[in-house]
């Protein structure tokens, strides 16, 4: 409780080259992009200070407000959405974001490309589990597969979208060992859509947050998503 953000941000950055390592993967091919939802401005310029060039955030509304407080160090990071996005919010994931996390429905991966003047790179959200509260794509039955690959290569039309990867979120635990299966699910399902629909730029995985990160990277993350870890404990009575 006591460790400053800056120590949280070194230690997590520090842990995640040991794991990769050991895991026989290069350190570089993981990027720690730092969850900031619920956090206050301050709190975000601290740990821009110590280094993150990357930060998360679910609610667009929230973020906006955050970067037009910040000024030019707002400018200075890439700014992720991770969380479920509505249609109406779509302009400000276009006006302030450089990837997205949760394309979670076709749907909304049409409306993101009909109002983008860029290209955005993006994650398909896809559900490993079952959970029936959790959206993306759903993919717990090996038997989907084949046709999500269908679903991927109509997505895979729309020109100003970028698809990079698969993002995933486990149920809720507090066994980190207990998201390793999905973890793993998540990389053969990546491996399947890359062969079935020959589109190797489809290689990111986006998986692993502040309990289980390491986890993810023994499995293949390339993407962490570390919130709490880092920042500490979120004030949930900001959320919008
Ligand atoms: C909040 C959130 C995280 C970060 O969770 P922590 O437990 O704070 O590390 C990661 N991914 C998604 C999709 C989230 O909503």
Redesign the pocket.
């Known amino acids: 409780m006591a460790n400053s953000i800056a120590d949280n941000y070194l230690k997590v950055s520090n842990q995640i080259v040991q794991t990769a390592r050991k895991a026989g993967r290069s350190a570089e091919d993981v990027k720690l992009?730092v969850?900031t939802?619920?956090q206050s401005v301050q709190k975000i310029a601290e740990v821009i200070q110590a280094g993150a060039t990357d930060l998360?955030e679910?609610y667009p509304e929230e973020t906006t407000q955050k970067i037009s407080e910040m000024d030019q160090v707002a400018s200075a990071v890439s700014w992720h959405m991770?969380?479920h996005l509505q249609s109406r919010k779509i302009k400000f994931v276009v006006d302030h974001f450089s990837m997205m996390?949760?394309i979670d429905r076709p749907s909304i991966a049409v409306e993101l490309n009909a109002k983008l003047d860029r290209s955005l790179d993006v994650f398909l959200e896809v559900n490993l589990s079952g959970e029936e509260s959790k959206g993306g794509f759903q993919v717990s039955n090996p038997q989907t597969w084949a046709m999500f690959c269908e679903t991927v290569l109509g997505l895979q039309k729309l020109d100003r979208l970028r698809i990079v990867g698969l993002?995933t979120?486990p149920p809720y635990t507090e066994d980190p060992e207990a998201s390793r299966s999905v973890f793993r699910l998540c990389r053969e399902l990546r491996d399947f859509v890359q062969k079935e629909t020959r589109l190797i730029s489809i290689a990111q995985l986006s998986m692993g947050?502040?309990?289980d990160?390491n986890v993810a990277v023994e499995e293949g993350a390339t993407y962490v998503?570390?919130?709490?870890?880092?920042?500490g404990a979120?004030d949930y009575s900001k959320k919008v």
Do not use: C, F
């Open positions: 992009v969850v939802k619920g998360g679910n991770i969380g996390h949760s993002m979120m947050t502040s309990l990160y998503r570390v919130g709490e870890a880092i920042m979120r």
